[in-house]
């Protein structure tokens, strides 16, 4: 049954969310000496630069230098990301990935910086995505 699961996502990943795992390939490119991981499907290449993670198609680039409870988390949220993509396909940029930019800079600046960062409509959806799909709960910084 996995393998069928996988065809599927896989399908729809490098067609209809073909643009997101397009610029996903570039940045795992752009990473590819830094440490990697499966999960559920997707590629984690885990970053030791300054800023967290992100989702394009099935690539998830996060940073491997930060705590595990925020590690955990960050796979399932990045993952509710990759899910996002297949719903939304060649819409994704532009509903989820310019407004999830956006309210990143604004939260890490004075503007919103009272709002919780998974209020938001993209993060919320992701993390409750992610956690339905995988099955897994989020810890949200125990």
Known sequence: MKGIKYFFYYLLQF?????????????????????KEFFHGSVIVYHNEKWGG???????????????????????HEYGHTIQSLILGPLYFLVIGVPSFVWRYLTNNIIFSDFEYYEFYPEGW?????????????????
Request: aromatic share 14%.
């Open 15 to 35: 067609t209809w969310g073909i643009l997101q795992n397009i610029g996903g390939f570039c940045l795992f490119l752009k990473y590819r000496k830094c440490k």
């Open 126 to 142: 992701a993390n409750y995505l992610g956690q339905a799909v995988t099955g897994q709960k989020m810890r949200l910084n125990e």
């Open 54 to 76: 992100i989702s394009m198609g099935i690539f998830i680039i996060m940073n491997g230098t930060r705590s595990e409870n925020w590690i955990y988390d960050a796979k399932i």
